[in-house]
């Protein structure tokens, strides 16, 4: 597949705020990118994007009309836009209303006001997604990896799954929840599991746990992907037997370098 660069890209910025669109347009500007269409609210997004198809959508939180996630919630929810890579700008900070963003499969969630690095990281995430790279391996062939992706809301697997498929990863088996994840481990053998921590009933540090300390295959390298960010919780995930841990937004360039590390150890 052809390489693209940021100057590639074609982008649908939604903000209400004149005075931010500015900013935010020289950000864009600085970092090539000049092909940027506005919309100022929910219902403007929808009606552009349904007769054109931008390589990103970057949006605020607010607009009169709604909020960023319903606009998310949309586009994941209808097929030819389900896809759309999606990145919000916000001065939001608490996790609980960050969660539901984390979960929906975002590329990227940038702080308002972001610094030039931040956007870099972000529109490299884009691209990442729209240029997929095989991930080349030493001791396996990324075509031939059996993965299992475990997450409970279907908008964060399909994210999971398209950046692994990006990577060369074709033999994808997906679990709703920890129990359908073991049933699938009882039945199938696996080279890696990327599992999401917070799931009911049966969470990603108990999915680790039982691999660890009952399943044949216990040597499995285990990926968790989690929202959570404190230094106890990290640890008390790290002490279930994971192998690496990845924040969410699930990064193509933070989970070639993990798997890099995981499999050709």
Do not use: W
């Not at 919309?39 to 929808?46: K, T, Y």
């Not at 990863?169 to 999401?196: K, N, S, Y």
């Not at 995930?237 to 590390?261: H, N, T």
Request: charged letters at 25%.
């Amino acid at each position: 597949m052809v390489s693209l660069s940021p100057a590639d890209l074609s982008l649908l910025l939604v903000e209400p705020s004149e005075t931010q669109r500015r900013v935010i347009l020289r950000h864009l500007n600085d970092e090539g990118i000049a092909q940027v269409d506005g919309a100022d609210g929910v219902q403007s997004a929808l009606d552009y994007l349904r007769s054109r198809r931008p390589d990103l959508v970057l949006s605020a939180l607010h607009f009169t009309d709604g909020t960023a996630l319903e606009l998310v919630q949309a586009l994941r929810g209808d097929p030819l836009l389900k896809d759309t890579p999606f990145v919000l700008v916000s001065s939001e900070r608490r996790p609980t209303e960050l969660e539901a963003f984390k979960q929906s499969g975002v590329a990227a969630i940038l702080p308002k006001p972001f610094s030039r690095d931040q956007l870099g990281l972000a529109i490299n995430a884009t691209l990442d997604l729209l240029s997929p790279q095989e991930l080349e391996l030493s001791h396996f062939d990324a075509r031939a990896l059996r993965v299992l992706v475990v997450d409970d809301s279907r908008m964060a697997r399909r994210h999971i799954v398209r950046v692994l498929e990006n990577l060369g990863i074709t033999q994808l088996t997906e679990a709703a929840d920890g129990d359908q994840a073991i049933a699938l481990l009882q039945e199938q053998m696996f080279d890696l599991v990327v599992t999401d921590y917070n799931m009911p009933n049966i969470n990603g540090r108990e999915l680790t746990e039982y691999i660890r300390q009952h399943s044949v295959q216990s040597h499995i390298p285990v990926l968790m992907v989690t929202s959570e960010a404190s230094g106890a919780h990290l640890a008390n995930i790290a002490q279930s037997g994971v192998d690496a841990i990845c924040d969410k937004p699930f990064e193509p360039a933070e989970v070639r370098a993990m798997l890099y590390r995981l499999l050709e150890q």
